[in-house]
């Protein structure tokens, strides 16, 4: 498999550019819409997730580990993957690299000054019925309250987008992020971009980055 793991910050712009890059080939994955759907349909793995999630902390290793080990188990080896919001921790990343099939090839960190990231959150609305996501400032849809893409009307704000969620998320990414920086910087596999530009520029910059890796 071809794995690039999306690192940085909360509201950094992952997920957007995530999204996006799906129509160049890559297979987007969430650890974090993996874990909101499995709150949605209820199963145990959601109920256990969302007492750490209404919190802003992490859900512990042992769990994530396991949900991208059985999430991975049924991809074909020529899979292109962006893995957005895992590793958080150096065990999550060591965990990748200890099987052949899911070295990390790439570390893409978005780079943005932390006085965008709560403004960014707390301003982000999502599509209840197909998971886009929107600005409502930066990147609003193009008619209030209803998805560009499903036209459904199910904008909403997620739960842990609220100012004293964010700072709490914020706080347990700069616990964590240093170290992952450092394990990727010495496997000689991160690249950092700037995460402050306009959407497409961005996704072009990524796009470039990206080529040079992956074929
Ligand atoms: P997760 O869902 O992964 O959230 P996160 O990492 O906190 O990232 P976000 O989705 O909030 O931000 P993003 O960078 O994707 O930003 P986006 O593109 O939406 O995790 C949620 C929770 O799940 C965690 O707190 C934890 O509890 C748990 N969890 C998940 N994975 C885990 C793991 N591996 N281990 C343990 N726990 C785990 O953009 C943000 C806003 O900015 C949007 O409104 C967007 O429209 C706007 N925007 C985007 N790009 C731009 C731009 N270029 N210019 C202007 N505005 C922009």
Redesign the pocket.
């Known amino acids: 498999m071809q794995i690039a793991v ?1 690192l ?12 996006r890059l799906t129509e160049a080939g890559f297979k987007h994955y ?7 759907s499995a709150i949605k349909t209820g199963t145990p793995l959601g109920t256990k ?1 969302s007492t ?2 209404d ?7 042992s ?2 580990i396991d949900l ?1 080990a059985d999430t991975f188990s049924s991809l074909s080896p020529d899979s292109k993957i962006l893995l ?6 150096v065990p ?1 990343a060591e965990a990748l690299d200890a099987k052949p099939m899911t070295q990390v090839g790439v570390a893409l960190n ?1 780079e943005l000054p932390e006085s ?1 990231l709560v403004e ?2 707390t ?4 599509c209840q019925e197909c998971g886009a ?4 400032k ?2 609003p849809p193009k008619t209030p309250g209803v998805c560009d893409r499903c036209g459904s009307k199910a904008l909403i704000q ?1 739960s ?2 609220t100012e004293a969620v964010v700072l709490k ?1 914020l706080e ?2 700069k616990k964590q992020n240093s170290g992952l920086l450092e394990y990727y910087t010495k496997k000689g596999v991160l690249i950092t971009v700037r ?5 497409q ?2 996704q072009a910059e990524i796009l470039k980055k990206l080529a040079t890796w992956s074929k």
């Open positions: 999306l940085g910050a909360p509201g950094s712009g992952k997920g957007t550019q995530a999204k969430s650890t974090g819409d993996m874990l909101r997730a750490f999630m919190k802003g902390e992490l859900v512990p290793d769990i994530m991208i957005d919001g895992f590793p958080r921790t999550q978005f965008l960014r959150l301003g982000r609305r999502t996501t929107y600005h409502v930066f990147i997620r842990d987008d998320r347990v990414f995460a402050d530009q306009e959407p520029a961005l």
